[in-house]
Nanobody
Framework: QVQLTESGGGLVQAGGSLRLSCVAS????????WAWFRQAPGKGRDFIAA????????KYEDSAKGRFTISRDNARNILYLQMNELKSEDTAVYYC???????????????WGRGTQVTVSS
């Protein structure tokens, strides 16, 4: 069965860095585009970054540009999100998901993982 497992979150001070990981199993990881989304308390699930199948083309939400880097390891079925210069407004639960054609959208039938909590203090 399909399983997505996010990790790497934690508590960090403003200006710090974290690297998130998403391990995918039961799915042809290397044949798909992937993305990161986040959900802050009381908010919806918002797009952060996406990467194509080969890891050559990327797309970022405006607030992430210049600070976040999305990448992937197709040999190990892992999606990464390197987050630098973290701000308090980055506090949220972060999720990985399939994203059709770098659209920044997600499939309505996505099998979401538990996500990983990122908390940025000032």
């Amino acid at each position: 069965q399909v399983q997505l497992t996010e990790s790497g979150g934690g508590l960090v001070q403003a200006g710090g860095s974290l690297r998130l990981s998403c391990v995918a199993s039961g799915i042809p990881f290397s044949k798909l585009d992937w993305a990161w989304f986040r959900q802050a308390p009381g908010k919806g699930r918002d797009f952060i970054a996406a990467v194509d199948r080969m890891g050559t083309d990327t797309k970022y939400e405006d607030s992430a540009k210049g600070r976040f880097t999305i990448s992937r390891d197709n040999a190990r079925n892992i999606l990464y999100l390197q987050m630098n210069e973290l701000k308090s407004e980055d506090t949220a639960v972060y999720y990985c998901a399939k994203s059709p054609h770098l659209s920044g959208s997600y499939y309505l039938n996505e099998n979401w993982g538990r996500g990983t909590q990122v908390t940025v203090s000032s």
